[in-house]
């Protein structure tokens, strides 16, 4: 059986913590987990193998019939949030399987995937850093705007790709290789170096690398 290597869990915020050189570390924590196995697919019946995990139970009353069926098999409960995690072998789960922060332990590298705080329509100067236009020698109310996007009479056509002004934030943010400093297995807690994407209470995928 192939040891599951992610799991998902919520953003509870940042802190601080001394290391065991003295050095001042800052944290982000997070809630890691439980995680119960709702489905097993295999290579045979659905053409790849992963496991289906549920996170964050949600009241029985507030799950519409579709739901209660689907987590029915597992016995655990209805979840907010389903998400499916590739492993080579699933011969060893089982619905009703249950994964906690106990999974990570200090030392491991984590890659961790969040939704970014989305920060509605903003200018060329907040999206991109642009510096602006004068703010003298004729320029009149464009100090802010993002000038010229035009490529004249080749290709005719604004750039594919071009930076300008639009949605910032809301995005899909993976960030590779941060530390596990601390874990707490009694409260479910994970303590990562560094900033997670996300606004506290943000769904977070964390990733065991090694």
């Excluded at 029915?72 to 998400?83: D, E, I, N, S």
Aim: aromatic share 6%.
């Amino acid at each position: 059986m192939a040891e599951i290597q992610e799991l998902l869990a919520k953003k509870v915020g940042m802190t601080q913590l001394y290391n065991e050189l003295g050095e001042l570390v800052p944290v982000t924590v997070l809630a890691v987990g439980p995680c119960t196995v709702v489905q097993v697919k295999t290579a045979e019946k659905d053409g790849y193998s992963a496991v289906q995990l549920g996170f964050d139970e949600k009241p029985m009353t507030r799950a519409n019939q579709p739901q209660l069926g689907h987590c029915r098999k597992a016995g655990k409960g209805v979840f907010y949030h389903l998400r499916e995690v590739r492993v080579d072998d699933v011969s060893g789960y089982q619905p009703g399987d249950v994964f906690t922060a106990e999974l990570f332990s200090p030392g491991n590298l984590v890659t961790v995937t969040a939704k970014s705080k989305g920060k509605g329509f903003a200018g060329v100067m907040k999206r991109w850093g642009f510096r602006g236009q004068p703010a003298s020698h004729g320029a009149h109310k464009n100090h802010r705007s993002g000038g010229s996007v035009g490529t004249s009479a080749y290709p005719g056509r604004v750039v594919k790709g071009k930076k300008m002004a639009g949605q910032m934030g809301n995005k899909k943010i993976t960030v590779k290789n941060l530390t596990v400093v601390q874990v707490k297995p009694e409260d479910g807690l994970v303590l990562v170096k560094g900033g997670v994407p996300g606004a506290k209470n943000g769904l977070v995928t964390i990733k065991k690398i090694k």
